[in-house]
């Protein structure tokens, strides 16, 4: 696997300690659009530089850590799970919106209800195929929205967007989400990902602003 550039994980990381002085809403807005963002009619692409190319036939999603029945799917077992779709608003850290995505693929309750997190799972950490990682609460995941997708508007999810497949936490800033995924791992402790190292807030709620720690 070759190296994330460098150069852009600087500037981010710049741009997060920049940010980060910003002074935060004092209350949860209850608007559709959070704070500070600015609506997209386009679909931009984030991620590191590196969109990996993962044939079918050897991509494999990995369940892993804290569960009763820990799991590793292929292709064609992942399909044959009950499939789930949700239209979700998507938020960048970087201050762009979209609304009315429409994902599907396996809704992240389903998986749970397979594996069994063990009581003592109280985090997941998402790893990718392009070396990305992200850590989540659980009870963040098991939001009746959350989901796995392979499907974006009915169409299976391009590279650039991040298939053969890519979580999807509307209620989080997008960061949260791993394109590219090949192993989700139920853990006790918190174990920050990618940019929660980098400066990123490890909660990410939108409404907050919660974008740096
Ligand atoms: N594997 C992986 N997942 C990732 C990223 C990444 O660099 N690698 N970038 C994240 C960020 S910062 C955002 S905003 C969204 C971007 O998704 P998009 O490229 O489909 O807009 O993916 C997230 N998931
Ligand atoms: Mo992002």
């Not at 994330?4 to 600087?10: A, H, L, N, T």
């Not at 600015?38 to 590191?48: M, N």
């Not at 789930?84 to 609304?99: G, R």
């Not at 967007?161 to 402790?189: C, M, N, Q, S």
Request: charged content about 30%; proline content about 8%; overall charge negative.
């Amino acid at each position: 696997m070759t190296e994330p550039q460098p150069s852009f994980i600087e500037r981010k990381e710049r741009w997060a300690r920049k940010m980060s002085g910003k002074a935060r809403p004092a209350v949860r807005s209850e608007e559709r659009l959070p704070p500070g963002q600015h609506l997209t009619s386009g679909f931009p692409v984030l991620d590191l530089g590196l969109r990996p190319e993962v044939p079918l036939e050897q991509w494999r999603l990995a369940l892993t850590g804290l569960v009763q029945r820990p799991q590793t799917f292929t292709w064609a077992e992942w399909n044959g799970l009950p499939q789930f779709e949700d239209v979700s608003d998507f938020h960048c850290v970087t201050t762009w919106s979209k609304f009315d995505c429409r994902w599907s693929g396996v809704a992240f309750f389903t998986l749970a209800e397979l594996v069994q997190p063990r009581p003592e799972a109280k985090y997941v950490l998402f790893t990718s195929y392009d070396g990305y990682s992200t850590n989540v609460r659980l009870e963040d995941c098991l939001d009746d929205d959350v989901l796995i997708a392979t499907q974006f508007d009915g169409k299976p999810i391009t590279r650039e967007h991040g298939g053969p497949a890519r979580v999807i936490i509307p209620k989080l800033y997008a960061w949260k989400g791993a394109k590219f995924v090949r192993e989700i791992e139920f853990t006790r402790d918190d174990r920050p990902g990618f940019w929660e190292v980098r400066g990123y807030s490890n909660t990410a709620d939108p409404w907050t602003e919660d974008r740096f720690s």
